[in-house]
């Protein structure tokens, strides 16, 4: 019988692999970085205003040389910034304010109706939703994938974001940053950036260090033609660096595709507004941005279906209904945000810290997928099983 952790875990990994693209870890909103405009709120029927903003480009600034990085932690929403203590409000301090506004409470309570209506500041919150989904984080940070969905997941597996971290501490999986026109230390007002999955560190025989010393292999399915390590599938041209951040383009104007093989499918997650921040230290970034819930889902099914779980299974169910209700800003609309509609896409922001690594020379293919994907007829019995609380993946 197959477990809900199973799916649970593989929505888990996907989102998490979303999350080693930028993560963060460090400074709170009360201390956020150079650029952050903090946010006033309100309880009002309008309670808008600037929030945690990443720092804007800078007007002057040159940098030389190249400087390659690797992620070595993850930061999923459940420990407190900089820490390894374990807080329901962690993820608070996790992300952008993306869509400009400060969501109390009251607004959220009050963002019901039918679509047309207008409730002044959010998206109508999904019916069945709780009444408090659309409530921000501090400053207006968004991050409903922080708040709602990894709450989830840590009842069903209260070590999730421990087990994803040791997968790269293992050497199993981490993501490979390259930064052009790097500084240390000054602002540049152009840093072109590169990403890149790298997997099975020295061939599993050893574990990596974290260090200039280390050589991973770059994988296949990163590479635009799976061969061309020059030519990676997500390029960030608009980079630069400022307030002591590298930020990956500017604010609000980019959609990151983010192609994965996992478990032996292929998906894309789209995040719209997506933005990725590091401390030129590496010990504080963050990836934010928003999923439509349509195209998270169906990214998703693939992956399901590699564990037996089919669309009709009350577990796959389950998950869904979770992203949907989790819902809090909308698709394509300016700032994310119109309150004549019904929220689809979720917020999500994770956090990350990186250390310096060596140039990788070598390109790693994936071994064929296994299991299988056959999910035609299938709806599934009813999941009551509670004896799998593996990471799923």
């Excluded at 952790?5 to 692999?17: N, P, Q």
């Excluded at 709120?41 to 040159?62: E, I, Q």
């Excluded at 963050?286 to 089919?310: H, R, S």
């Amino acid at each position: 019988m197959i477990k809900r952790s199973t799916l649970i875990g593989a929505v888990f990994l996907s989102s998490g692999i979303v999350g080693l693209m930028s993560l963060a870890q460090g400074c709170s909103s009360s201390s956020s970085p150079a650029g952050d405009t903090p946010d006033t709120g309100g309880t009002g029927a309008d309670a808008g205003g600037a929030g945690t903003l990443p720092p804007p480009r800078p007007t002057a600034g040159t940098g030389s040389g190249t400087k390659w990085f690797a992620v070595n932690g993850l930061k999923l929403g459940l420990t407190k910034k900089g820490t390894t203590t374990a807080d329901s409000n962690a993820w608070k301090d996790y992300g952008y304010d993306l869509d400009k506004r400060n969501t109390t409470l009251d607004i959220s309570k009050a963002s019901t109706g039918a679509a047309g209506t207008d409730p002044g500041v959010s998206c109508h919150r999904i019916v069945g939703s709780p009444s408090g989904t659309l409530v921000d984080g501090n400053n207006g940070i968004d991050n409903n994938f922080g708040g709602h969905v990894m709450q989830t997941i840590k009842s069903l597996k209260s070590d999730a974001e421990d087990a994803v971290t040791k997968t790269i501490t293992d050497g199993k999986f981490t993501l490979i940053l390259r930064v052009d026109n790097w500084s240390d230390s000054g602002d540049v007002q152009s840093a072109p950036g590169k990403l890149y999955i790298a997997n099975e560190f020295n061939d599993g025989k050893s574990a990596p260090t974290f260090t200039a010393a280390d050589i991973w292999k770059v994988n296949a399915a990163s590479l635009t033609d799976g061969k061309d390590l020059t030519k990676p599938k997500l390029s960030f041209d608009k980079a630069y660096i400022s307030g002591g951040y590298w930020v990956s383009g500017d604010f609000g104007t980019e959609t990151i595709n983010l192609s994965i093989n996992l478990s032996g499918a292929d998906i894309s997650l789209p995040i719209d507004s997506g933005i990725i921040t590091v401390k030129q230290n590496g010990d504080d970034g963050t990836i934010a941005g928003a999923m439509n819930n349509k195209k998270l889902q169906d990214a998703l099914t693939p992956v399901a279906k590699k564990f037996g779980i089919c669309p009709g299974n009350a577990t796959y169910d389950q998950v869904v209904t979770t992203l949907t209700q989790s819902a809090d800003l909308v698709s394509g609309a300016p700032n994310l945000q119109d309150p004549k509609v019904e929220c689809n896409a979720i917020s999500i922001a994770i956090g990350f810290t990186m250390k310096p690594t060596g140039e990788p020379k070598e390109i790693y293919t994936a071994p064929p997928p296994t299991g299988t994907d056959d999910c035609s007829g299938e709806t599934g019995p009813a999941d009551t099983g509670t004896g799998d609380t593996g990471a799923g993946g």
